[in-house]
């Protein structure tokens, strides 16, 4: 089965709105405000869109809850790590690293087996992953590394969690949805910690537009792929999607004026190869 152009356009969107939100947060002058404004700006559009949705079953919800404390960890992660660190180095860690610890945990814990190109993937993630902490080391922002790294383990998690979940609840775009709305107020709380100050700096009109139009480039990437899925092979649609990783450079090169060198360009080109031949594996 050949992918129709229009379901790759679709993918390519995704791909770039997922790299556009991430930049976001970068570009703004306080990053826990700016993820703040992103998760209430997901999870009022969430919100709207399940009352015309059916209910995940009951076996699902164990999972959302587990995957709604997982995203409060994750958000708070993407907050640090992009205070400390380029888009060029945190994005690629966390979008590359992940998929390839999804798969270990699925391969240890879900039964599910790796073949050789799914080892092959992996170790070209990590090639790339040691040569970008190497550079990072060097550029003295290996604090920033280990949140990536440390986010890409709450990715990882999160996701072989909601494999689980979403297969159980029979509705997977609700299920999607409620992962936007149930982590949010805790989430909110916690970046701004339970500081009136903060919360009504990330709640003026400037932040909170950024922040809904991250939430709106967030659901609409998910959901570019959710249906693209429906149009052509999945596993093609996932590595497709792993185009992301040089959206991210390429954004974070215009619009943050970010320059990874060489050797950082060709570390991320390593880990989208290594998270393509993954996926494709």
Same mark, same amino acid.
């Given at each position: 089965?050949?992918?129709? &152009?229009?379901?790759? =356009?679709?993918?390519?969107? !995704? ?6 939100? +991430?930049?976001?947060?970068? /570009? #703004? ?5 700016? =993820? %703040? ?38 958000? +708070? ?14 994005? &690629?860690?966390?979008?590359? =690293?992940?998929?390839? *610890? =999804? @798969?270990?945990?699925?391969? %240890?814990?879900? !039964?599910?087996?790796? /073949? ?34 440390? +986010? ?15 297969? *159980?609840?029979? $509705? &997977? ?28 700096? @990330? ?10 139009? !991250? #939430?709106?480039?967030? %659901?609409?990437?998910?959901?570019? @792929? ?5 149009? $052509? ?6 590595? *497709? ?6 959206? !991210? ?6 619009? *943050? ?15 989208? @190869? ?6 494709? /594996?």
């Amino acid at each position: 089965m050949t992918i129709p &152009p229009w379901a790759i =356009t679709a993918v390519l969107a !995704g791909a770039a709105l997922h790299a556009a939100w +991430n930049v976001a947060i970068r /570009g #703004g002058a306080d990053r826990r405000s700016a =993820t %703040i404004g992103l998760i209430l700006g997901g999870a009022v559009i969430a919100g709207a869109t399940l009352p015309f949705l059916p209910r995940p079953r009951a076996a699902a919800w164990p999972h959302l809850l587990a995957t709604a404390l997982l995203h409060i960890v994750y958000f +708070n992660l993407v907050a640090e790590a992009y205070a400390r660190g380029a888009v060029s180095l945190i994005y &690629p860690v966390m979008r590359g =690293t992940a998929p390839a *610890l =999804t @798969a270990l945990i699925a391969t %240890i814990f879900l !039964g599910e087996t790796l /073949g050789g190109a799914g080892w092959c993937g992996l170790l070209l993630i990590s090639a790339g992953v040691g040569l970008l902490a190497r550079r990072r080391g060097e550029a003295g922002e290996g604090r920033a590394l280990m949140l990536a790294l440390a +986010n890409a383990i709450i990715i990882a998690l999160y996701t072989a969690n909601d494999g689980v979940g979403v297969r *159980l609840s029979e $509705a &997977p775009l609700a299920y999607a949805l409620w992962t936007f709305v149930l982590p949010a107020i805790p989430a909110i709380l916690i970046l701004a910690r339970f500081s009136p100050t903060r919360l009504r700096a @990330a709640l003026k009109p400037g932040p909170l537009l950024r922040g809904f139009g !991250g #939430g709106a480039c967030s %659901i609409a990437s998910y959901a570019l @792929a959710l249906w693209a899925m429906t149009q $052509a092979p999945i596993g093609a649609i996932a590595a *497709l999607r792993e185009t992301a990783l040089l959206f !991210g450079v390429l954004f974070a090169w215009w619009f *943050l004026h970010e320059r990874p060198g060489s050797r950082g360009l060709t570390a991320i080109a390593i880990i989208a @190869a290594g998270a393509t031949v993954l996926r494709l /594996g």
